[in-house]
């Protein structure tokens, strides 16, 4: 039967609580995964483009955070989509490539022709449907999702070297010390099941030999001597450093070059920027998501705005661009917001400005305050994070700051955290 051979599973990687650190105060009451960017859970966005893929049956979310703080997502968002999305949670961190393959009888169930397998903290636009023509035409074992970056910035990523006319991956490297090629693995990927295969080959080695001998095969004999020496468990398997360098230039490995936008979501001042590229993506893909309005009725609307149905938002106020509010969220009247996400349970008094900065749950801003900073999203205190249920005072001034959870701040404060 045709349609058999046809379907299509994906696995969305979601990590665990020892993850998401570098996300802190945002991570504390809800998982990274679900922290909302453009108005939505970050997975979300991974989700919608895997819905969009033909014949597509299943999706699959895999980590090592407790299910109770899944379940309710993955139930609401699969009664939504009209399609089993499940959550598998592993007993322990088992790799990039591990965990496909600690669950393969699951993910394996309906007898899928190709695998997509996605980081959830990429932001991109996620081609699939492209991506798996692509790699049908291919006729390889597997597909990596590529982007062109600048020289200086390549070496922070996985470095691979593609044949231009092919397209084959012949050479990966992760992070180099010097400086290998300008396109970088943007950590999504489509795979037939041979990958399971692979994966089971790479830990049935690493049992013969031990893990340096193992690697020898791939490696010279510097590589080998900067290699890690501590034996990885059997069942830990990386994508990268077990799968991708030594298939590649083995015409097993493609890849396929997005000319759109990507970023790794890393950070929250990252989490601010990719927020604003999605509401931008909506232009094309959901535009009734978002909010417009010229102050008459409604408020003065500029640029890419998402705005909750439950937010009230006076007729006054004006926001955008790059600006999505949560549930239940108040904004006063004459109030502007630029650059900004402001989440659930949220009041913004009158008069008071938020530039550059992520309001967390239940915090209220007093009348004619200021919440900003310079919005250089890779810097430590390049945006102001008001952590959950963070009082701001009438007038008070917070730039450049991160404030935790349930501080009342009544005095103005720069370049500071405060505890």
């Known amino acids: 039967m045709e349609s058999s051979e046809e379907k299509v599973v994906a696995v969305i990687m979601v990590g665990g609580p020892t993850k998401g650190t570098r996300f802190r105060p945002l991570s504390f009451n809800t998982p990274k995964p679900l922290f909302p960017l453009a108005g939505q859970p970050m997975v979300q966005h991974p989700i919608s483009a895997c819905k969009r893929i033909p014949n597509l049956v299943q999706i699959f979310l895999i980590g090592f955070h407790e299910e109770r703080d899944f379940a309710l997502y993955v139930s609401s968002i699969s009664n939504e989509l009209k399609m089993p999305v499940r959550y598998l949670k592993e007993d322990k961190p088992h790799g990039s490539a591990g965990g496909l393959y ?54 922070q990523f996985g470095e691979l070297v593609a044949d231009p006319i092919t397209k084959e991956l012949l050479h990966y490297t ?112 959901s535009s009734h998501l978002l909010a417009g309005g010229d102050g008459t009725k409604s408020a003065s609307i500029v640029g890419d705005v998402f705005v909750h149905p439950s937010a009230k938002v006076h007729p006054t106020a004006k926001i955008g661009p790059n600006v999505s509010i949560s549930a239940n969220v108040r904004v006063g009247a004459g109030v502007r917001l630029i650059s900004c996400i402001i989440l659930d349970d949220v009041e913004v008094q009158e008069n008071a400005v938020v530039i550059n900065s992520i309001v967390g749950w239940k915090s209220s801003i007093g009348k004619w305050s200021r919440v900003q900073a310079d919005g250089d999203y890779n810097a430590k205190l390049g945006i102001t994070i008001l952590g959950e249920a963070v009082i701001v005072e009438d007038e008070v001034v917070v730039i450049n700051s991160i404030v935790l959870p349930n501080k009342t701040l009544n005095l103005s404060v720069q370049d500071e955290i405060i505890l």
């Open 174 to 285: 992760e992070k180099p010390e010097t400086f290998v090629s300008d396109l970088i693995n943007c950590g999504v990927y489509i795979f037939t099941p041979h990958i399971l295969t692979a994966i089971q080959e790479v830990s049935m080695h690493r049992e013969g030999q031990g893990h340096i001998a193992a690697n020898i095969r791939h490696l010279s004999s510097f590589e080998t001597l900067q290699s890690p020496t501590r034996a990885l468990p059997l069942d830990f398997v990386r994508l990268d450093q077990d799968i991708l360098s030594p298939f590649a230039g083995k015409k097993q490995l493609y890849t396929y070059e997005t000319m759109d936008f990507w970023e790794q979501i890393k950070t929250p001042g990252m989490a601010l920027k990719c927020s604003g590229l999605y509401l931008a993506q909506f232009r094309f893909t």
């Open 102 to 155: 600690y669950f393969r009888n699951i993910i394996m169930e309906d007898n899928p022709s190709h695998i997509f397998l996605l980081n959830c903290d990429v932001c991109c636009s996620f081609p699939l449907t492209d991506m798996l023509e692509a790699h049908k035409r291919y006729g390889g074992m597997g597909t990596v999702l590529v982007i062109k970056v600048s020289a200086e910035s390549a070496n």
